[in-house]
Structure formats: C-alpha cells, structure tokens
C-alpha cells in the first residue's frame, strides 16, 4: 500500500539524500498519481505539478540547509507532499520534531493573505482531523507551527516568534511565520525552543493515522449547522410535514438498529426538488445522530454551493462580542471554524478514493448517500482508476470494517429519473449489495413502484426488507407555484403529446406558461424583466450542447458555480447577469427562480420519438444512450423555482454550417410547441411577474 506522502525520510536520510534523488521519487509519484485525475483536469493538474516540482527544486537546497544548522536536530523527520484526501488537501512539507510539528508552504515570489490563510488552515486541519496529531497535542503538549517560505525572495525583516493562539487552539502558532533561505534555520530553531514536549510521534504512524473528527469540530459543527434550520434553504412550508414525518422515522430505524448492533440501509425516493437532500442534511447535521453522521454526494457543486451558502449566513451572523455565541467559539477563531465544519459533507470521489487507505472512516457510523441511484458499476473508471467491486458493495464493505461492533447504517437517497451518466446501476444496486454484504433494507411501497425497477416483487418480499412508511417524498418544493411543471417535462421527454397539452393547459392557467424562443436575447430580455431583488434567473443547458457555441454559450467552460449561485447581480460571475450557461452536472440538485434552458440538436425529435447525439468533429454522431440524455434534459427541464423560457436556436439556414441543421432545431421547437409551450415574444414581455 502507498504512502499518503510522496516522499518520507528520517531528517538524517533527507540530508545525504541527492537532490536529483529525491525529485525523481516526488516525479514518479506526482506521474502515479495523475492516474486518479479526470480526463477534464489533467492539463490543469499538469500546470500544478510543474510549478509544484518548480517550486520544490528550489525549496529542497533551502530546506537541506536549514536543517543542517545548529539548533535543528530536534527535528526527526521530513514528509514532502502529504496527501490528506479526506480533506482533499495536499501539503508541500511537514516536519516532525520533539514536540514540535512544523507545515511548511513553500512560495516562490511574495506571501500574501491567502498564502498565510493556507498554510494555517493545514494546521488546523491536522489539529481537529489527524487523529495522531490531535493526541499528540492533547496528551504530550506538543505545539503546532505553521511557515511559509519564499524559495526566490528575500523578506524584509527576519521572522519574529508570533506567540501561541489562545482559547480554542492553545496547541497552535497564534499565526503562521514567514521565512527565506536564510531565516529558515532560524525560525525552526527559535520554535524548537518554545516547546513544552519533547515528544516525537513516529513517522509511520503519523502517516497511517486515521482520520477522525475531535470533539471540538464536532461540537462546532453541530452547534453552526443545528442554528441554521437546513429546510429554510428551501423556502416552501407546503410539504415540510412531509419532511418532518420523514426525518422522524429514520431516526427512530437508526436508534432501533444501533440498539441491536445491526447493518442497516434506509431509502428514502423522491421526484426532483422533493426534499430528499434536505433530509439528508436535517439527519447528518441536526438529528440524535450527527456526532456519527456524513452525508456523501457525488454532486460536487452542490457540496461547494452549500458550504459557501452556509458559511456567508454564518459569517453574518457574528457581532462584535469576544465570543461567538451561535459556537462558543471566539470571534477570531470563527473563521478556523467555518472552513473546518464541511467535513461532514464529502465529495463521493474523496469517499470512494480513500478505500484503499489502511483505516476505515471513523466519522460516518450513520452515512446519508446523496443521489445514491448514481452508484457506479464494478470496473467503472473513478479517479482513473477502475472499481475493484460494485460501488454500493463497496460501502457497505467500508462500513462494515470500520464498526465492527455496534453496528451501522446508511441512508440511502434516491431521486428517479434521473442517470445522467453511465455506468450508473440505479437503486438495484443496493438491494443486491445488502443481500451480498448481509445488511438489513427499509423501503417504502412507493420506492418500489419506480417506474425503473425491475422485479419489485421479490424486493417487496425479501426477507432482509423491513417496512418504512414514510419513504418516498411526492410533492415538490422546487416549483411551487405549480408542480405541474415536472409533469409536463415528464410528458414531453416520454413523447405523450396529450399529456403535455393538459399539464401546459393548467400551467397556463396558474400564469406560469412554459414560454418558447428562438431568439436569446428575447429570453434573456424575458428573464431580466422577471428577476428582481435577490432572486437568481440563470441560462443551463446540456453538457453536450456543443453548438451553442455558435450563440456565443459554451457548455464547457464550467463557470465557478458557487459564485454563480451566491454572487450578487452586480457581479459578472452572478447567473442573473445571463453571460455564462452551466451545464447539467453543475446544476442538478441546485435551482433558480427564473430558467433558460438552451436546447441543442443532442437531443432532437425524430418520427416517432427523441434521439441523443454527439458532436465529434465535423458532424454529429448517433448516441445510443438516449435515456440518459433525456434524463439530462429533466434535470434541466425542472431547475426553475418561479418560471422557464426555453430557447432553441434558428439553426443555420444557408445550409453551410451542418452541425447546425435548421431543421434538426425546427423539429424540437415544433414539438415542444405542439406540447403546449407558448410563443415568447420578441421583447421579452410575457408572463406575470411574481413578488
């Protein structure tokens, strides 16, 4: 099994080591370690090892040195490129030393704020997540300094010890001290001579520590988290009882099977915008069990959309008072808090590409899985790598590891209709993992009537399957003015004509028409006029929409979405300023007020029903995965709080351009206005606005 860290060393090895030695080691690993990029990332990833293995030929000359000088042999140990996946973080070097762990950044050039920001937020990292590092703290004293070194300037003033922080942190350098090839000697030795230990930690052990929560995050967690009702994140009250009732009996299935010591899976259904996530949040942040709890998504924007949301509500909520009341925690330690607390939403590809570490999770006794539908099949490549089991099998395999005794449970979410990848296996995945791994399942009647499982009768049967009577969330909270949308979305993608009709007729009469444009600037026009004070209208589209490039939208370019979501009007980044599209991964799980779905011949009518495309070179290609195109065009089709406007292009007419068939464009504007959408007028000016 590898290293966490790309090269490890006694200090005595790492100083008669060559240089050229050991940037061959930390060059076969960052080339070992790009197998686990994604395609999409790997120029990206390419630019950062370069100016990584940069930046390191010339800290390791500065760091050879430094450790040679008087003062300096305390320090027992040298760990370059330390790979704390959990958190998603990679740090440059850490030294462990007598009592003393020194996190090294390495600059090039200048320092700036977010510089010291970083290097900090690893110490505190390392403090309330390594297990090893926060005993180590705790029992021995030992003292946490952070450094940043420049490798290519020098500073203007040497290094003055900075003090130890108080209150929450008394195990940490008050804040992070600044060095040059020079100073650095120095600034290790004047921090070796404030020690309180001289305890040294193994440097095996420190590497294999599990990774494991303190109690204080946790406490903060729960106390930032359980202020903030999760649900108001939606602001519908029609079907919160739905919720609560729920969010009740999960926790009472949970507390029945840590009594028995059980391994359990709980689904939870729900048609898009029901409230499944939100459950899943009230149970992981709120309930009797979230000291125990994760929630695992494979919805990375959402995740970052979330955190940020969740953190700009708590900064505002601070006063001027020394503690901050909502944590307990002090103001000026509040910061160190809120960048912390996401540890209890992971990111799925984190999740799966910590299996292979020798230590199970230690922080999810109970494990919400988010769009758990979307469990990946055995050999499905993630992280570059394939999956030696099936997904689903996989976690419970985890799970079952990591609580040997007292037992676990994973709460499954499942929204229907909605692979928008492949390889995706759906829900049967699960009822097959739990019948292998020898779990226990709850699962509601109207789970099983989903339209996509196959043999519902024997899970019905099953003799692992347990009752659960509020299971499946059928009322929507996204549009609610008019739920009537997803039916009509529903009715368009299955070519029911007639249904559409009905739904666009009562969709009509409660002012919120499906309106239809071929020209942009129209919907644009349309959403502008729509969206006022702080709600949010936004242009999305499919990932294979590659065409739209022609109207100036570029489905690629993936915009940073939480500035997307979150920044004000005003800002260039904000969705409402209608100059960038996101795609659909980017915006399941998330919604706007007001949505332009942009339509591209991917997904076109033929005579009697939908085909999928792809763009490749000169021309499309047929796709043989139409369903998962049409489920990409329901995540799009049901975005929008308030109102939708769909734009599909003129196409090109001249006949020059065939990626860009007017007809193929005629055909899916045809149909949908066939389907009941309205003709929106040119100036924009339809529907109603909505206070």
């Not at 009702?229 to 009996?249: G, L, N, T």
């Not at 734009?647 to 149909?671: E, H, K, L, M």
């Amino acid at each position: 099994m590898k290293s966490r860290a790309w090269y490890d060393a006694t200090r005595e090895e790492f100083l008669v080591a060559s240089r050229e030695t050991i940037a061959a080691q930390l060059a076969v690993r960052a080339a070992d370690e790009s197998l686990e990029i994604e395609a999409d990332q790997a120029l990206e990833w390419r630019r950062s090892v370069e100016l990584l293995q940069a930046t390191l030929r010339d800290g390791l000359p500065i760091l050879q040195r430094a450790l040679s000088t008087p003062g300096a042999e305390l320090v027992r140990h040298v760990i370059l490129e330390f790979d704390f996946k959990r958190r998603g973080l990679r740090m440059d070097c850490l030294l462990l030393a007598d009592g003393v762990l020194f996190v090294l950044e390495f600059k090039r050039t200048e320092i700036g704020s977010s510089d010291r920001d970083q290097v900090m937020g690893y110490a505190v990292n390392l403090i309330e997540f390594h297990k090893i590092t926060q005993q180590w703290c705790k029992q021995d004293d030992a003292l946490v300094v952070p450094i940043v070194v420049l490798t290519e300037a020098d500073l203007a003033e040497a290094p003055e010890w900075p003090g130890v922080s108080g209150g929450n942190w008394p195990s940490l350098a008050a804040r992070p001290l600044e060095a040059d090839a020079i100073t650095l000697g120095s600034a290790i030795a004047s921090s070796l001579s404030r020690r309180k230990s001289s305890v040294c930690k193994d440097r095996c052990e420190w590497l294999d520590s599990d990774f494991s929560p303190s109690s204080s995050i946790i406490d903060a967690t729960l106390s930032l988290y359980g202020n903030h009702d999760v649900a108001a994140i939606a602001e519908h009250a029609a079907p919160a009882e739905a919720i609560k009732r729920s969010v009740d009996e999960i926790n009472e299935q949970i507390a029945a099977v840590f009594a028995e010591g059980g391994y359990h899976i709980i689904f939870l259904s729900g048609a898009p915008g029901a409230g499944k996530t939100l459950v899943g949040l009230d149970v992981a942040m709120r309930g009797n069990h979230a000291a125990t709890s994760v929630l695992v998504t494979g919805n990375v924007p959402l995740v970052n959309v979330l955190n940020r949301a969740l953190k700009g509500s708590y900064q505002t909520q601070a006063t001027n008072t020394e503690v901050w009341t909502r944590t307990g925690y002090r103001r000026k330690d509040a910061a160190h808090v809120i960048n912390a607390a996401n540890f209890k939403i992971v990111k799925a590809h984190a999740f799966l590409g910590a299996l292979d570490q020798p230590h199970g999770q230690t922080d999810g006794r109970v494990l919400v899985f988010d769009e758990a539908q979307r469990t990946y099949e055995k050999g499905r490549i993630v992280n570059r790598r394939p999956l030696r089991d099936h997904e689903a099998n996989l976690v419970l395999q985890v799970q079952r590891d990591a609580y040997p005794a007292g037992g676990a449970v994973v709460l499954a979410l499942i929204g229907h209709n909605q692979a928008i990848n492949r390889g995706e296996r759906g829900i049967v995945a699960w009822f097959e993992a739990a019948v292998t791994e020898d779990w226990t399942f709850a699962v509601s009647d109207e789970t099983l009537a989903l339209a996509e499982l196959k043999n519902r009768n024997e899970w019905a049967t099953h003799p692992k399957r347990r009752p659960l009577k509020n299971g499946h969330l059928s009322q929507s909270m996204r549009f609610y003015r008019n739920a009537e949308i997803e039916t009509w979305a529903d009715a368009v993608l299955a070519g029911d004509v007639a249904l559409a009709k009905r739904s666009a007729a009562v969709l009509d009469e409660n002012e919120s028409s499906i309106w239809l444009t071929r020209r942009l600037e129209s919907a644009r026009a349309w959403a502008r006029r729509l969206a006022v004070g702080e709600q949010r209208a936004g242009l999305i589209a499919s990932g294979q929409a590659r065409r739209l490039a022609a109207e100036g939208l570029f489905v690629q370019l993936k915009p940073d979405i939480e500035a997307w979501m979150l920044a004000p009007n005003s800002d260039i980044r904000s969705s409402t300023r209608l100059e960038t599209v996101q795609n659909q991964f980017q915006v399941q799980g998330l919604e706007l007020d007001y949505c332009v779905v942009c339509w591209d011949a991917d997904l076109r009518r033929g005579k009697a029903d939908w085909t999928s495309h792809k763009i490749s070179g000169a021309d499309w290609n047929g796709d043989s995965f139409t369903d998962v195109a049409k489920n990409t065009y329901r995540v799009l089709l049901t975005r929008a709080r308030r109102g939708m406007a769909i734009f599909v292009p003129s196409g090109d007419r001249s006949g020059v351009d065939v990626t860009r068939n007017a007809a193929f464009y005629d055909g899916i504007a045809g149909f949908l206005f066939e389907c009941g959408a309205k003709e929106l007028p040119a100036d924009g000016r339809a529907g109603t606005d909505i206070v």
